[in-house]
C-alpha cells in the first residue's frame, strides 16, 4: 500500500520559534504529527518535517510520495545536489546534521517528491501549515541542539 505525505515548516523570524507540521495518508489511515522548537529555521523545519514523517513510517521499502512546497528540500533532492554534498561531507552547507539524518531514512524507503504552492488552496498543505505554525506558536518547545551550538551561538562571543 503506498503512503502519501504533506509536510510544512515554519519559523517566526528565521532564525527564530518555528515548527513542523505533517499529515499522513494511507488507505483509511490518517496521522498528524508536529512539533515547535525554540530557535531554528524555516529550511530546517522543512527538512525535519521530512524527516520526522519518513522514520515515522515502520516497514522499509514502502512507496511513499511526499508532497511539500520547499523548493529547498525537493530540488535538493530532485536535482541531486544533496548526493554531490555528501560526497564533499557537506563541507560549507547547512543543515550537514539533518541532511545526514535524512539520506539514512531516504534510502530505506522508495520516496518521490511533488512540489505543491504554499498557501493554495491544496487542504493537506494547508493543514500541515497551520499544525506547523501552531507548533511553533506553542507554550511546549524543544530545542534545536544543533542550530543552537553550530550556528545560532557563533561570533556570539565576548572574547
Not at 527538512?47 to 529547498?72: M, P
Not at 541531486?80 to 531516504?106: A, C, S
Request: charged content about 30%; hydrophobic content about 40%; some cysteine.
Amino acid at each position: 500500500m503506498s503512503i502519501i505525505i504533506y509536510t510544512d515548516g515554519s519559523a517566526k523570524g528565521n532564525p527564530g520559534n518555528g515548527g513542523y507540521g505533517i499529515v499522513m495518508l494511507s488507505g483509511s489511515f490518517r496521522k498528524e504529527l508536529k512539533q515547535g522548537f525554540k530557535l531554528t529555521t524555516n529550511n530546517r523545519m522543512e527538512l525535519l518535517a521530512v524527516i520526522i514523517a519518513l522514520e515515522s513510517v515502520k516497514k522499509e521499502d514502502s512507496e511513499i510520495t511526499i508532497y511539500s512546497d520547499s523548493k529547498y528540500v525537493i530540488d535538493s533532492v530532485e536535482k541531486k545536489w544533496v548526493f554531490g554534498w555528501e560526497k564533499k561531507n557537506f563541507n560549507k552547507k547547512k543543515n550537514p546534521d539533518l541532511w545526514i539524518r535524512f539520506l539514512k531514512v531516504y534510502r530505506m524507503q522508495k520516496v518521490s517528491f511533488i512540489w505543491v504552492k504554499g498557501h493554495a488552496n491544496d487542504k493537506e498543505n494547508e493543514r500541515c501549515d497551520f499544525l506547523a505554525v501552531e507548533a511553533a506558536d506553542s507554550q511546549i518547545l524543544l530545542t534545536d541542539h544543533w542550530y543552537e551550538n553550530n550556528v545560532a551561538n557563533k561570533g556570539n562571543s565576548l572574547f
